[in-house]
C-alpha cells in the first residue's frame, strides 16, 4: 500500500505527481522526500578527479554512466567535498545528478555550432563545451541580465570561449535562424523533481496556474529552439520536473519534420551512491 507523503506538500503538487508516475515511480518519490538532492562531480581538467579523491578518498561512478570525468559524491562526503579548492577555480564543476546527463545526451562534437537557449548558471554549458574539445562555436543565452554576467563569469573561470547572448529564448531561434547542428532548450519549470521535505523553498512558489504559465513558455522555448536547428541537426528538451505537463505534453505539438528519438525519466528514489532528483530529457531530431 502506498503511503501518504507528507502534509508539507501541497495536495495538488502530490496528485500532480501521482498521475505522472508508475506506481513504483511515486513510491520511490515518496521514500525519497525526505533526503536533499544529490550531488556529482564532473572534472573540467584531466587531473581534477584524482586531485578531488586525494582529499576526500574515493569517489564511485554516477550510475548509468560510464564518463571517466564524473563522480557520485556520497551525502557523507559533500561537505569537505564542497570545501576543495577545484570546485572554486574552475578545474571541476558540481552538479545536481539531472543536469550532468544533459550534455551527453545531446553529445556535441569538435567542429559543431551549438546554442544552449537558456544557460545560466553555465554548469550545462561547460559540459557542452567539453564535448566541443573548444572547437566549434558555442552560442549562449540567458533572459535575465543579473544571471547572464553570472553566466559570464562562470564561463570565464572555465576558461570557456562562448558568445553570450542576452534576451528572451522565445523569439531567439527565429531570428537566428536554421544555422545550428544542436540546441539545447533546458527551460525554466516548476521544479518538482527538486521538492524535498524540510526545505519549503522547493515548493514554495508551486502552483497549478503557475505550471500552466510554464507550459506554455516551455512549448515556446522548445519552438524557437527548433526553428534554430539545421536540417539534421539535434535537439535536446531538458526539464527537472517530474510531470506531464511539462514534459510529454509540450512534446506533442512538434512541426512535422521533427521527430522525438527517445525520451527518458529519471525519478527520485533513496539509492546510494547518490540520491537521484527527478529529471527529464528528450532528443529531437530535424528531418
Same mark, same amino acid.
Given at each position: ?133 573548444? &572547437? ?15 553566466? &559570464? ?54 502552483s497549478a496556474r503557475a505550471v500552466k504559465r510554464l507550459a506554455k513558455l516551455q512549448r515556446m522555448l522548445l519552438h524557437s529552439g527548433i526553428a534554430a536547428l539545421k536540417p539534421g541537426g539535434t535537439l535536446v528538451y531538458s526539464t527537472c520536473s517530474l510531470l506531464k505537463e511539462e514534459n510529454e505534453a509540450v512534446l506533442e505539438k512538434i512541426p ?7 525520451? &527518458? ?23
Amino acid at each position: 500500500m502506498t503511503s501518504s507523503p507528507s502534509t508539507e506538500l501541497p495536495p495538488d503538487l502530490v496528485e500532480g505527481i501521482r498521475a505522472s508516475l508508475s506506481p513504483d515511480q511515486f513510491d520511490g518519490w515518496l521514500a525519497a522526500l525526505p533526503n536533499g538532492p544529490g550531488r556529482v562531480a564532473r572534472a573540467h581538467e584531466a587531473d581534477a578527479i584524482a586531485e578531488l579523491e586525494a582529499e576526500v578518498g574515493a569517489l564511485p561512478p554516477l550510475p548509468e554512466s560510464n564518463a571517466t570525468n564524473i563522480r557520485a559524491i556520497p551525502p557523507d562526503r559533500l561537505e569537505s567535498a564542497k570545501a576543495w579548492a577545484g570546485f572554486q577555480d574552475g578545474r571541476a564543476w558540481m552538479h545536481t545528478p539531472g543536469s550532468v546527463r544533459v550534455a551527453p545526451a545531446l553529445a556535441p562534437q569538435p567542429g559543431d555550432r551549438v546554442l544552449d537557449l537558456c544557460a545560466a548558471p553555465g554548469s550545462k554549458a561547460g559540459h557542452l563545451a567539453w564535448f566541443m574539445q573548444n &572547437q566549434g562555436e558555442l552560442v549562449v543565452n540567458e533572459l535575465s541580465r543579473h544571471r547572464s554576467q553570472r553566466l &559570464q563569469r562562470n564561463l570565464k573561470l572555465m576558461n570557456i570561449h562562448a558568445t553570450v547572448l542576452t534576451g528572451p529564448g522565445e523569439s531567439l531561434g527565429r531570428r537566428l535562424g536554421p544555422t545550428f547542428d544542436r540546441v539545447l532548450v533546458d527551460v525554466p519549470c516548476s521544479g518538482t523533481g527538486r521538492v524535498w521535505l524540510g526545505e519549503p523553498r522547493t515548493w514554495s512558489e508551486w502552483s497549478a496556474r503557475a505550471v500552466k504559465r510554464l507550459a506554455k513558455l516551455q512549448r515556446m522555448l522548445l519552438h524557437s529552439g527548433i526553428a534554430a536547428l539545421k536540417p539534421g541537426g539535434t535537439l535536446v528538451y531538458s526539464t527537472c520536473s517530474l510531470l506531464k505537463e511539462e514534459n510529454e505534453a509540450v512534446l506533442e505539438k512538434i512541426p512535422h519534420d521533427v521527430t522525438v528519438e527517445w525520451t &527518458q525519466r529519471f525519478t527520485p528514489k533513496p539509492a546510494e551512491p547518490v540520491i537521484e532528483e527527478g529529471f527529464f530529457l528528450a532528443r529531437l531530431r530535424r528531418g
